[in-house]
Structure formats: structure tokens, C-alpha cells
């Protein structure tokens, strides 16, 4: 198996104010320092990004939008560009998460086509798939995961697709309390990375990142990154915390 770098995120969804932000990040990119066998990303609020970016620059801390437009420029009310996030010192965007698709209606095109303006832009789109309760109750979890990879990921080429991230997040997981058991989790990532060798090649399967999200927390994020298809983990409530991110990212 190739070795995979691990990737720990934390998404701060519409949380910390900008001074709040900058502080956590501060705390965290000094606890950073000489981190060099896995990378980290963080996902501040469109109006922190900016700030957040400056405090981490000379630590290896990467900075995520939490969504972004396919278009350059234009009219469009509320979107925020892929130049415009590549401005403020992001080099990477988090697409399809699932609040963007089950509280805004995103579907599997609009994810597509953000994803596709993120890559003509150089941002590294990090694609959220994931099944809600009913669909699992009702064993649609590896139909739905199909349908979003494959969907998410039309038109991406070969080329192109090396730069995407992957984030298996069960929407009965995200900020629930629950959280999938580490043999649920790895029977999904093993099944996304069987699509993506069907839509491409297993070698090139097997050298894409797929992480984990639904309730990660420092007490379990050690059996998870332990299983073999598990290849990080994108936060969220812990990820507002600095001792529980800290741990997460300090994973053993």
C-alpha cells in the first residue's frame, strides 16, 4: 500500500469571532512547530480567513474556505471567489459538506461545479460525501457514497484528481454525539477508494486522502487513524478547542 500523508482539518463552521479565531490559530501554530510527518488545515469563517492565513504563515498550517464559487468574478451575491480565497492566503476548500447540501440544497451538480472551478484555480478541493440516517437504516450507504463520489467528481481528470481530498462524513455522525464505530468508518473509506479506482486506476485510488469526519474526538481519533483506509479526520466542534484539537492533531 502507498503511504499516505495524514491530513487533520478542523472546520470552524460559523464560529469564533476574528480576534477569537486568530488567537486559537496563534496557540496553534506555535504547538506546529516542527510538525513535518502530516499536514494541517484549518477552515476559519469567510471573514477570519484573511487574518488566520497571516498568523500561521511561517508555520505548516494550511488554510481552507469552507466553500467557494466556480466563477472568477461576477454577479453573484454571497459567493465568495476562487481567486478572491487564493488572495487571502488559502490553498485549500472544503465542497459539499453536508450542512451545504441538506441545509442549503447543494446537490451533486453544484458541488461538482464548485469543485471544478477550485481546481482551475489551483485550490485543493476537499469533497465531503456522506450518508444521512435513513439511508443507512435502510443499507443505501455504499449507493449513496457512489452517487456523490462519482457525481462530485465528473468531468476531473486524471491529472486533477490527484489533488483532491476525499471526507467520509455519516450525516448522522456531524455534531451528534455519534459517531460511525472505526470498523464503520474504515468499510466506507475501503468502499470510496474501490469507486475511485473503478473511476480511475487503484494505484491512483491508492494514493488519494480520504479522511474521516462525524464526531472526531481525542479519545477516539487513535483507533481510528489506525485503521489502514483512514487517512486523517476533518473536525469540528473539537476543532474549536485548542486542547482537543491539539491532541487530534497530535494523533499516536
Not at 122 to 133: A, D, H, I, R, S
Request: glycine letters at 8%; a negative charge; proline letters at 3%.
Amino acid at each position: 500500500m502507498m503511504s499516505r500523508r495524514p491530513l487533520i482539518a478542523g472546520n470552524w463552521k460559523m464560529y469564533l469571532t476574528v480576534d477569537e479565531a486568530v488567537q486559537l490559530a496563534l496557540s496553534l501554530a506555535e504547538s506546529c512547530q516542527g510538525v513535518s510527518d502530516r499536514d494541517v488545515m484549518l477552515a476559519p469563517s469567510f471573514t477570519s480567513v484573511a487574518a488566520v492565513a497571516q498568523v500561521v504563515k511561517d508555520s505548516p498550517i494550511q488554510i481552507a474556505g469552507q466553500n467557494v464559487c466556480w466563477e472568477k468574478e461576477g454577479a453573484f451575491t454571497g459567493e465568495i471567489s476562487p481567486v478572491m480565497l487564493k488572495n487571502t492566503g488559502a490553498s485549500m476548500v472544503i465542497l459539499g459538506h453536508s450542512e451545504r447540501r441538506h441545509v442549503f440544497g447543494e446537490n451533486n451538480r453544484m458541488v461538482n461545479k464548485r469543485l471544478c472551478g477550485a481546481l482551475q484555480f489551483n485550490l485543493t478541493p476537499v469533497l465531503c460525501v456522506g450518508e444521512k440516517l435513513e439511508e443507512r437504516e435502510d443499507g443505501k450507504t455504499f449507493s449513496v457514497l457512489q452517487t456523490q463520489v462519482t457525481r462530485g467528481l465528473e468531468g476531473v481528470s486524471r491529472e486533477e484528481v490527484e489533488q483532491v481530498v476525499i471526507a467520509y462524513e455519516p450525516v448522522w455522525a456531524i455534531g451528534t454525539g455519534k459517531t460511525a464505530s472505526k470498523e464503520q468508518a474504515q468499510e466506507a473509506h475501503k468502499f470510496i477508494r474501490g469507486v475511485l479506482g473503478e473511476l480511475y486506476e487503484k494505484k491512483l485510488a491508492d494514493s488519494i486522502r480520504i479522511l474521516y469526519g462525524g464526531s472526531v474526538k481525542p479519545d477516539n481519533i487513535d483507533s481510528l487513524m489506525a485503521e489502514p483506509d483512514i487517512d486523517g479526520a476533518l473536525v469540528g466542534g473539537a476543532a474549536l478547542q485548542f486542547e482537543s484539537f491539539n491532541r487530534i492533531i497530535h494523533f499516536r
